[in-house]
């Protein structure tokens, strides 16, 4: 559209007669394609850090279309919220798209790696589904309120900033409340479907489950040394 009206512009232009002459001072396109090219630049970065972080910690490439699954659902789910409270595709609300990104997929994370704990002691896929969102789903249903309950007040404040603020305030929560309700209805229900028992670990997660190993005993003696000195600690705290 803003390629037609160019267009049109340079036609009326050359149409003007010689002692007229006209430009484009501000041209506010500009700024919302390079806000939705960032919000598909966020999208795609998100999208290969998950990878990495599902691959190195479960070592299943299926695990890592879940939570992958997550971050379109979780847009569409708040522009559906954006539909109905009358908002558009602006500046404000981009920006909020833009940082929810890296919110939406934390829930579904959480849920898919303890259900691959749960299978890994032994439990079939479907039931370790459900144990797994019934130990979870308090700390997902508290962590989507707090998230919300950051970013929602600045939609209550008055005057010229609330006016502004208002749009990114309740996108962004309403991300997370659709992020969370993704986490804990078909998330789970895809790693019953999708992930399978695998009692002997592959190669490549037994070198990543060494890793870790060691890095969890290096810790567990840093942790030890500073209990076993706590007034050093407090005095250099």
Known sequence: MAEGIRDKFASVKNNLPNTIDADVLYDSTLAITDSIDEVVKTIAEAAIIVIVVILL?????????????????????????MQAFGFTLNLMTLLAMVL???????DAIVVVEN?????????????????????IAVPVISMTITLAAVYAPIALMGGVTGSLFKEFALTLAGSVFISGFIALTLSPMMC??????????????????????????????????????????????
Do not use: C, Q
């Open 192 to 237: 019953s479907k999708m992930l399978k028992p695998h009692t002997t670990p592959s190669k490549f997660e037994a070198t990543v489950e060494h890793v870790l190993g060691g890095l969890t005993k290096r810790y567990h003696h840093a942790l030890l040394a500073v209990l076993n000195h706590k007034k050093t600690v407090v005095a250099f705290a």
């Open 100 to 106: 929810a990104i890296g919110l939406v997929v934390d």
């Open 57 to 81: 910690f479960l070592g299943s490439f299926r695990a890592v279309v879940i939570p992958i699954v997550t971050i379109p659902l979780s847009l569409i789910g708040v522009m559906a919220v």
């Open 115 to 135: 259900v691959d704990r749960h299978i890994k002691m032994g439990t079939k896929p479907f039931k370790a589904a459900l144990e797994a969102t019934r130990e």
